[in-house]
Every structure is written in structure tokens, then in C-alpha cells.
């Protein structure tokens, strides 16, 4: 049986990036603790939001990849013998910066990182004023506990990107994420959206026969209340646990990665896809032009 233990840690974060970086290094130690083997933190935790704004000042937050952040986590990984998900801003170059997330194996070793490919652009989330979108394609990484598929935020809407790392071989999706709402929008809305959130990803799992696991933040921000709520979904979309919308939490679950054949052979979903008919999936829109 092929099983794997799954830590996921959910946070609050400051203005302060040296401390966020050890307030997750001390909860990575503390999912390790209670049994994970692959534990993946929230995106851009390192920072408080700054996407609500439009700051040049924000660009200092930047870091190359390889660089501290990862050096440091690489350790802890070694250290403790656990996989580390790292999402952290990226500095590519002067004027070139990404939204990225470095994964670091079980042994310590720098696997790559996955580059944010759809970026948003919406009133509290300016993320094309500070991110390029990424170029490296989707991927995959062979850490030593499962092959996972690493996907970030505002990709989670996108049924192509989680359907292409499933099929380059992801046993497991994994969504850093940074997403809330308003804190003047009525509490209807806030469920209608949360929900929205969460079924698209769960229907990942569904079409792609995969576990699903989504890390998002919580805590208030200028004047978004961002909504944990991280969750992990089987591969059938069943729900198998979801946070608090409001409080700092660390969540270990066992993940069973032989189910994903179970469900794959009662409902072939992935046998019975007609890739012949596919082609106008990379159009705009489909209306003569």
C-alpha cells in the first residue's frame, strides 16, 4: 500500500519577513512532529499580502530561488526527513519577478520550483503589477514520498492546469493559496464564494483521479479577511478535512495514493476522454474568429 502522510499548515503572517520564515520553520517541525512526510505551506508566506496595493517599495520583498529562503528550508527538509512546499516571491532578475513555489525533497535537495501561471488582476489583488507569468509550463516533481503536481492560487480555477499535471503523472495537487474576502461583503456572498472555491478544486479530484490539497491563509489584511478553510479532497472530491476560517492550524492526514487507481477503474474518467475532439480547447473563444 502505498501511503503518505500529508501536512499542511495554515497561518497568520507579519510585516516582518525574517519572522514569518521562522514561525513556519517552527511549524513545519511541529507537522513533522506529528507524522508528516511531505508538508506544504501556504503561498507568499513569508510576507504579509502585498498584492493590495501597487508598491514598487513591495519589489524589495523579492528573493532569488535557489536563495535564503530555500537554503534555509532545505536544511529543516534534511534535518527532519520531510518534503517541504515553499511558495516565496522570486526575483529572476532586475525587473523580472515571479510568484513561485520551490519544492525541497526529503533529503534536503532543491527539486525546482513551479512558476504561477495565471495571474489575477482584480481590486485587492494586483498581481500583474508585480508578477510575469510563469514560463517553465506545468510540472511535476518525484520527491521521495509521492510524485506531486504543484499548482498556485489563481490556477485553481483552471480545470487545463490541474488536468495537465495529472496527467504528467501528479499522484497529488497541491495549491498554495492566499484568497479571502472583503470585509465589507455581506456573508452570503462570502459563502457563495467560498464554495465556489472549494468545488472547483474538489472537481479536480474528481475528473483527474487524484488527491487534492489546498493551503490558504487566515487572518485580516488591508480590509481582506482572508478565509482559510484549507482543505484535503480524495480522488472522488470527497471532502476529508477542512480548517477554520479564522484560526492558525497544522493538519496531518494519510493519503492512500492506491486509491487513485480504485477510482480511475470504477469511473474511467481519463480512459474515456476523447482527445481527438479536443483541438478548440486552444482557442479564446470559439465564435468564427
Known amino acids: 500500500m502505498a501511503k503518505v502522510q500529508v501536512g499542511i499548515v495554515q497561518m497568520t503572517c507579519t510585516a516582518n519577513k525574517q519572522e514569518n520564515l521562522d514561525k513556519a520553520i517552527v511549524k513545519v517541525r511541529e507537522a513533522a512532529a506529528k507524522g508528516a512526510q511531505i508538508v506544504c505551506l501556504q503561498e507568499l508566506f513569508t510576507s504579509?499580502?502585498?498584492?493590495?496595493?501597487?508598491?514598487?517599495?513591495?519589489?524589495?520583498?523579492?528573493?532569488?530561488?535557489?536563495?535564503?529562503?530555500?537554503?534555509?528550508?532545505?536544511?529543516?527538509?534534511?534535518?527532519?526527513?520531510?518534503?517541504?512546499?515553499?511558495?516565496?516571491?522570486?526575483?529572476?532578475?532586475?525587473?523580472?519577478?515571479?510568484?513561485?513555489?520551490?519544492?525541497?525533497?526529503?533529503?534536503?535537495?532543491?527539486?525546482?520550483?513551479?512558476?504561477k501561471m495565471h495571474i489575477p488582476d482584480d481590486p485587492g489583488f494586483y498581481e500583474k503589477f508585480y508578477f510575469t507569468p510563469g514560463d517553465l509550463g506545468y510540472?511535476?516533481?518525484?520527491?521521495k514520498f509521492a510524485t506531486i503536481g504543484v499548482l498556485i492560487c489563481w490556477d485553481q480555477w483552471y480545470p487545463e492546469a490541474a488536468r495537465?499535471?495529472?496527467?504528467?503523472?501528479?499522484?497529488?495537487?497541491?495549491?498554495?493559496?492566499?484568497?479571502?474576502?472583503?470585509?465589507?461583503?455581506?456573508?452570503?456572498?462570502?459563502?457563495?464564494?467560498?464554495?465556489?472555491?472549494?468545488?472547483?478544486?474538489?472537481?479536480?479530484?474528481v475528473a483527474n483521479g487524484v488527491y487534492v490539497v489546498s493551503v490558504n491563509r487566515v487572518g485580516e489584511e488591508a480590509g481582506v479577511k482572508f478565509w482559510g478553510g484549507s482543505f484535503f479532497a480524495n480522488p472522488f472530491g470527497a471532502l476529508m478535512h477542512q480548517t477554520t476560517p479564522d484560526q492558525e492550524e497544522i493538519v496531518v492526514m494519510e493519503l492512500d495514493l492506491d486509491k487513485s487507481d480504485y477510482y480511475r477503474s470504477h469511473w474511467p474518467f481519463l480512459r474515456d476522454r476523447r482527445i481527438d475532439s479536443y483541438q478548440p480547447i486552444t482557442k479564446r473563444l470559439i465564435d468564427g474568429d
Not at 510540472?139 to 520527491?143: A, I, R, S
Not at 495537487?173 to 464564494?193: H, K, M, V
Request: aromatic share 12%; with cysteine; charged share 15%.
Open 139 to 143: 510540472k511535476v516533481f518525484k520527491t
Open 48 to 115: 504579509l499580502y502585498f498584492c493590495d496595493v501597487e508598491d514598487y517599495d513591495n519589489f524589495a520583498l523579492a528573493e532569488s530561488i535557489p536563495g535564503p529562503s530555500t537554503n534555509a528550508l532545505s536544511a529543516v527538509a534534511g534535518e527532519l526527513g520531510v518534503v517541504i512546499i515553499a511558495s516565496l516571491f522570486e526575483k529572476r532578475a532586475q525587473g523580472v519577478y515571479h510568484n513561485t513555489t520551490a519544492v525541497l525533497d526529503a533529503d534536503g535537495q532543491y527539486l525546482g520550483k513551479y512558476r
Open 164 to 205: 495537465i499535471t495529472a496527467l504528467m503523472g501528479a499522484e497529488i495537487l497541491f495549491y498554495p493559496t492566499a484568497i479571502g474576502w472583503a470585509t465589507t461583503q455581506d456573508e452570503a456572498t462570502n459563502i457563495e464564494q467560498y464554495n465556489a472555491w472549494q468545488t472547483i478544486q474538489r472537481s479536480h479530484a
